[in-house]
C-alpha cells in the first residue's frame, strides 16, 4: 500500500505549510500528492506550482470537478501539466452535487450523472489519444456542438499538443454502488470519499472484477497525538459539514453514504440539525466511532494497530491529510 498526501482545498488563503509538507513527502517516499477544488481554489495552480518545486512525487487532482470545465479543457489542463511535471500527473474527477454544480458553476445537474461521467472520461481519451479529430455525439459533451442555437461552424479537432502520455490515468470520485462499478469499468482508479476498513463489505459488490493496477485511494486524516478524542474533532467538524451541508435535504450522496456504511439514524440527525443552523451541535453528533474508523488518530502503537486493518484490505494507495512532518514520517516508518 503506497502512501499519498492530500492537501485539500485552500480555505481563506493559500496555506503556507503545502509545499514543505509536498516536499518532505518526496523526501519519505509518498507515491503522490494530491489538491482538491470546492468553491475557491482550483486544483490544478496549487498542483502546478507544487510539481515545480518537487521532482518525483506523483501529482493528483483529487479531485477536479467535471463541472468546472468542459472535458476538452480539463484533457487541455492535464496534458499541459503532464508535460511540465515530466510525465507525473494522476487526473482525479468528481462530478460533485446539485449544491454546487447548479448554485455555484450555473449549469444543470445532469438527469443521468453516470452517463454525463462516461461521456466526459471518453472524450478525455480521446483527446489524450490524438489518434483522430474528438468526434462524440454525446447527450452532455456533444462535439462538435449542433443544438438549437448552433452556428453550425463547428468541426471535429484534436490537440495540437501532443499528449506526453495517452495512459494518463483518470481515477474518480464516486460514491453510489453505481458509480463506483461504472469507475471499475471506465477509469483507471477510485478515489472514495469515507473508507472503513472494518466496513469493505459496503463496496465489495461493486468491486468486483478490478483490473490488475487499479487504483484504489481514499483519504484519511493521520495525526500522531496522546489525545484520541481532542484530535477526532477535526474529523467531525468535516463530516458534519459534508454530511449536514454539502447537498439538499432530499439530497446528499454524502449523507446516504454514511447512511450505507451502518450510521444511517446519525446521517439523518445530522443532517437535520445542520439545516438548521445547528451547526455545533450537529458536528457534535457525529459518532466518535465513524469518525475513528476513517482516520488514523493517536500514538504511534495505535496508529500502528490501524493501518495493520488497512492493509488487509484493497486500497492500494492510503492518501493522508497530516498536519505536520512528525506526522508524515510516522507514517512513512510504519508502512515500510
Request: hydrophobic fraction near 45%.
Amino acid at each position: 500500500m503506497r502512501l499519498g498526501l492530500a492537501l485539500g482545498y485552500w480555505g481563506r488563503g493559500p496555506n503556507p505549510d503545502h509545499l514543505a509538507l509536498a516536499q518532505e513527502a518526496e523526501r519519505l517516499g509518498y507515491g503522490s500528492v494530491w489538491t482538491a477544488e470546492a468553491w475557491g481554489s482550483d486544483a490544478f495552480t496549487p498542483l502546478t506550482w507544487i510539481a515545480a518545486h518537487t521532482s518525483r512525487i506523483g501529482l493528483g487532482t483529487g479531485i477536479a470537478q467535471m463541472a468546472a470545465r468542459t472535458p476538452t479543457a480539463t484533457a487541455m489542463h492535464a496534458l499541459t501539466l503532464d508535460h511540465l511535471s515530466g510525465g507525473r500527473l494522476l487526473l482525479g474527477l468528481g462530478l460533485s452535487g446539485p449544491q454546487v454544480v447548479e448554485g455555484w458553476y450555473g449549469r444543470p445537474f445532469p438527469k443521468s450523472p453516470l452517463t454525463a461521467t462516461r461521456e466526459y472520461v471518453e472524450v478525455i481519451r480521446r483527446v489524450l489519444a490524438r489518434e483522430a479529430p474528438v468526434a462524440v455525439a454525446g447527450r452532455f459533451h456533444p462535439l462538435p456542438y449542433t443544438g438549437p442555437d448552433a452556428t453550425g461552424l463547428g468541426k471535429p479537432l484534436k490537440p495540437i499538443t501532443h499528449p506526453l502520455r495517452s495512459s494518463l490515468p483518470v481515477l474518480l470520485g464516486a460514491e453510489g454502488p453505481k458509480n463506483i462499478a461504472q469507475t471499475v469499468e471506465i477509469a483507471d482508479g477510485w478515489l472514495p470519499l469515507y473508507w472503513s476498513p472494518y466496513r469493505t463489505d459496503v463496496y465489495a459488490a461493486s468491486l468486483t472484477g478490478l483490473r490488475e493496477g487499479f487504483m484504489i485511494a481514499p483519504m484519511a486524516r493521520a495525526q500522531v497525538c496522546d489525545d484520541v478524542a481532542e484530535e477526532l474533532l477535526p474529523v467531525k467538524a468535516m463530516l458534519g459539514f459534508y454530511i449536514g451541508g454539502m447537498g439538499h435535504a432530499a439530497r446528499n450522496f454524502h449523507a446516504d453514504l454514511m447512511a450505507r456504511m451502518g450510521f444511517e439514524e446519525e446521517a439523518r440527525r445530522i443532517q437535520h440539525l445542520f439545516l438548521q443552523g445547528r451547526k455545533e451541535e450537529a458536528i457534535g453528533a457525529v459518532p466518535d466511532a465513524f469518525a475513528d474508523e476513517i482516520s488514523l488518530v493517536g500514538p504511534r502503537a495505535r496508529i500502528a494497530e490501524k493501518l495493520a486493518e488497512w492493509r488487509k484490505g484493497p486500497v492500494t494507495d492510503l492518501l493522508i491529510t497530516a498536519p505536520d512532518p512528525h506526522t508524515l514520517r510516522v507514517l512513512a516508518e510504519l508502512n515500510t
